[in-house]
């Protein structure tokens, strides 16, 4: 009836039948040519609050750093957990073995003071991670 009165429609609706039915039945091909796939960083969002003077002082510190203000906090809450990791390795060490003797201690701080020089020369301290 419709074929009849309007011929275009007709054949427009038996068209889109069939391309509809070969979408349907035909087998899916995936193409991941120009995909981009991304992995996004996990983030936890904290709202905090601190003096003003501290955070004009973080903030100054950051761009020093060229670093944004979370990535410059997530780098320093790193080294705080490093160093204190390492106190509480020192203190073990010393409850199992006894305390460092003085030479040991000198040699300590010799070395300390040469790969601080070592990593000046090699500008390692301006290395930068984000958040």
Known sequence: MIGAA??????G????????????TAPQRLSYRCATLMVMAVRKKRSISMPP???AEIAFAAAQAGMSYSAWLAETARKEFTIRAGLAAVSQFEQDHGGFTPEELAEADQWAASAVERARLTGSSDQRRTA
């Not at 309007?6 to 054949?11: N, S």
């Not at 609706?13 to 349907?24: E, G, K, W």
């Open 6 to 11: 309007w011929p275009g429609v007709a054949r």
């Open 13 to 24: 609706l038996r068209r889109l039948a069939l391309n509809l039915t070969l979408a349907i």
């Open 53 to 55: 003077d501290l955070d």
